[in-house]
Structure formats: C-alpha cells, structure tokens
C-alpha cells in the first residue's frame, strides 16, 4: 500500500529551479511531521527541510536555507519542495517522510517514506 509518492524530479542547469511533489494517500495523511531528505552517490542520506502539517516554522538545512522552501497543500494532502538557484552538489535522490508525532526532523524516526525522485543538476 504506497502511502507517499514523490514527482518532479529531473535534469536541470545550474541556476534552474525546481518543485517537488510528495502525495500522501491512506494512514500517512494522518501523519504530523512533514520532511525531505536527500541522498548523492557515495554519501549518507541528509536532512533537507521540514514543516508540521499544521503549520508553524520550517527548518532548513544550512546548505538549502534561502534556495528552497517547503510548503504545504491541505486539500491535495500535498507537500512541496521549491528549489531555486539549484547547484550541482543538489544533485540526488530526493526522498519525502512522515512521522505521526512531532520531534526534531533531523532525529527523528520516520513511520513512512517514498520512494525517491532523481534530481540532476548539471554545471
């Protein structure tokens, strides 16, 4: 039963933009703590944004912090991940996560995750 499905991923320039897409279906739309993570070839999955679905401050990885915004569609039970003046170390596969209940994104134990979009940047 797939619960979060990402979309959006793609091949890009350096400078480009773009939105990624995380759908929940089932008991993940139940689901508190909203997340994006990142994983690059060779390298350990990394944190990347976070927000509560019922709002309040996101947080940001420092090397994202001012390019990409997360956001929310409540009637789509939909998040976002908005990635402006892309680079080539945002290169990876983005995956999104759920947790029901609210701790620090960043340690947290996640109950659900997608199964990841391919993001390229190109220099």
């Known amino acids: 039963q797939v619960q979060l499905v990402e979309s959006g991923g793609g091949l890009v320039q350096a400078g480009d933009s773009l939105r990624l897409s995380c759908a929940a279906s089932g008991r993940a739309t139940s689901a508190y703590l909203r997340a994006w993570f990142r994983q690059a070839p060779g390298k350990e999955r990394e944190f990347v944004a976070a927000?509560?679905?019922?709002?309040?401050?996101?947080s940001y990885a420092d090397s994202v912090k001012g390019r990409f915004t997360i956001s929310r569609d409540n009637a789509k039970n939909t998040v976002y991940l908005q990635m402006n003046s892309l680079k080539p170390d945002d290169t990876a596969v983005y995956y999104c996560a759920a947790r029901f209940l609210w701790m620090d994104p960043r340690r947290a134990k996640y109950d659900y995750w997608g199964q990841g979009t391919q993001v390229t940047v190109s220099s």
């Open positions: 927000m509560s679905w019922t709002g309040g401050t996101p």
